[in-house]
């Protein structure tokens, strides 16, 4: 069966600091992979989504990047946090329309 | 105007009843999915329709293309059910129309 994972599930950052999300995919080749972020009180917003290795597309313009290095791992980066990064991360996966999210990061910059 | 309107925003209900929550979208659709958001912040996938009607458990979603709304209906609520529930839609087909546009979720509490 498929498997999604996070980590870190929470992470406390000063501002200027780097990030580094990472999410790893189980049980299933190829998928698209998908970024996204809840502000607080706010809906999902995707961030980035990928079709393949090395591709990337971005959905807004941000501080934030994404990379594929690999079919299954999908990470999340920033140079430098900025206060209104602060949210709740998720991947997700998805073959054809349905998709699987994984567990979340909760990211406070302070 | 957003893409996907829920309403409505919050509900809160007694134990027993039963629970409709809607959803309204204004472009063309491939899917549509609702999602369960616990406390915790993580999300499940309840359902993924494209037309009629799906039943899980005491969980029923309904599509009507026509219109461009989705109701989702939770028969004889439960305390347990209290979470947001997220209506999202997908277009389109091929790798990157898999992406989800989202409602900003209807948070329902079930009192005991």
């Known amino acids: 069966s498929q498997t999604i994972h996070q980590w870190p599930a929470t992470l406390v950052q000063p501002v200027g600091s780097p990030l580094s999300l990472e999410c790893t995919v189980e049980?299933?080749?190829?998928?698209?992979l998908y970024w996204y972020r809840q502000a607080a009180g706010r809906g999902l917003q995707l961030l980035f989504y990928?079709?393949?290795?090395?591709?990337i597309s971005s959905e807004v313009p941000q501080n934030l990047s994404a990379s594929r290095p690999q079919d299954r791992q999908f990470i999340l980066s920033s140079k430098k946090l900025l206060l209104s990064d602060s949210g709740f991360y998720l991947c997700?996966?998805?073959?054809?329309?349905?998709?699987?999210f994984g567990p979340g990061t909760r990211l406070t910059v302070l | 105007k957003n893409e996907v309107e829920q309403s409505p925003q919050n509900l809160t209900a007694q134990e027993g009843e039963f629970i409709t929550i809607n959803c309204s979208y204004s472009v063309g659709i491939s899917a549509l999915h609702w999602l369960q958001q616990h406390p915790g912040g993580g999300i499940v996938s309840l359902f993924m329709l494209s037309s009629g009607k799906k039943k899980h458990g005491r969980l029923i979603a309904t599509i009507n293309i026509q219109e461009k709304h989705s109701s989702l209906h939770i028969t004889a609520s439960h305390p347990r059910d209290s979470a947001v529930y997220i209506c999202?839609?997908?277009?389109?087909?091929?790798?990157?129309?898999?992406?989800?546009?989202f409602g900003k979720g209807t948070l329902l509490t079930v009192n005991p």
């Open positions: 999202a839609v997908s277009r389109g087909s091929g790798g990157s129309n898999y992406k989800l546009t």
């Open positions: 990928s079709v393949g290795i090395g591709q």
């Open positions: 049980g299933t080749s190829n998928p698209n």
């Open positions: 997700a996966w998805s073959v054809i329309h349905e998709q699987f």
